[in-house]
């Protein structure tokens, strides 16, 4: 008969210490090449950005790490604590990619952290103030005072405008679009818009190219009077049947043979109306977005 465990304490499993239970975390985690943190004291955007951008030249699967508000020594202290442990529990030297104004709390950082220090201020700022001959603004956090530009502003109003006009839902006030994205449902149109209304303060409408619009062999007539705006995204039919089937499987609306007319349709309607489009099946958002700019407003690219 099996006897019960509450009479025998010693037989009960025991919890691991906090730092064992940390370093099985760290091993049973996904088999990762090296460890990397992102370290500000700020929301960390930056660094995690320029570090990202480095690492992707390199093919390993690194484990992200972002800390970002360390904006006193208590905090680079706690961080250099999570660096050092991070390196003994898997024998290798973490990356540390820091963003942090502050000399003191870097100071603690450099002294202290047994990981591979790329501080990027140091790297690019002081050599700037050299060659600038001035000094600079030593501004915590990169949002620090930016709720108060206009640009801000315009970046909410442009997001906001994005949302109501998301996949056709509203017709009003077209006319202040920048630009207006089509192509059949699921060929990255919702993303692409928030990505240009965040990223660079852009009005951009989307719309769907449905059956009704195949039909009648034309764009939405809401459409028509601001072609010079319209972008088209089109995507390969095997993908689009794959993004599709996570949606609804098994579908007719999610059919390879479906999906193969549609971006037919969709593709021929915007080659009779004129209208530049590309094909997002290998593009990352932020290389159609781009693309998009180039083409439609390439003004924007400078500033």
Known sequence: ?????????????????????????????????RTVFFISDGTG??????????????????????LPFVDTVDKAHQVVRQINHTAEAEGKKPLVFTTLVNTEILTVIEEGC???????????????????????????????????????????????????????????????????????????KTPTSLYLAMQYGLKAANYPLIPEDFERQQLPAALLAHKKKIFGLSIQPDRLSEIRNERRPNSRYASLENCRMEVSEAEAMMRRAGIRWLSTTTKSIEEIATTILQEIRPERLVY
């Open 1 to 33: 008969m099996a006897g019960n465990l509450d009479n025998y304490p010693d037989c009960r499993p025991q919890p691991a210490p906090a730092a064992l239970q940390q370093t099985e975390s760290i091993t049973k985690a996904t088999m990762h090449t």
């Open 114 to 188: 047994k990981g591979m220090l790329m501080d990027m201020f140091g790297t690019f700022v002081r050599p700037l103030e050299v060659e600038l001959g001035i000094k600079s603004n030593h501004r915590i956090g990169r949002f620090s005072d930016v709720s108060k530009s206009k640009e801000y502003h315009d970046r909410i109003e442009a997001i906001n405008f994005s949302l109501a006009h998301d996949d056709g839902q509203s017709n009003r006030d077209l006319e202040s679009s920048e630009v207006i994205l089509v192509g059949v449902s699921r060929s990255g």
């Open 45 to 66: 955007i930056t660094a995690e950005t320029f570090g990202n951008a480095i690492l992707a030249q390199f093919e390993m699967k690194p484990r992200h790490v972002r």
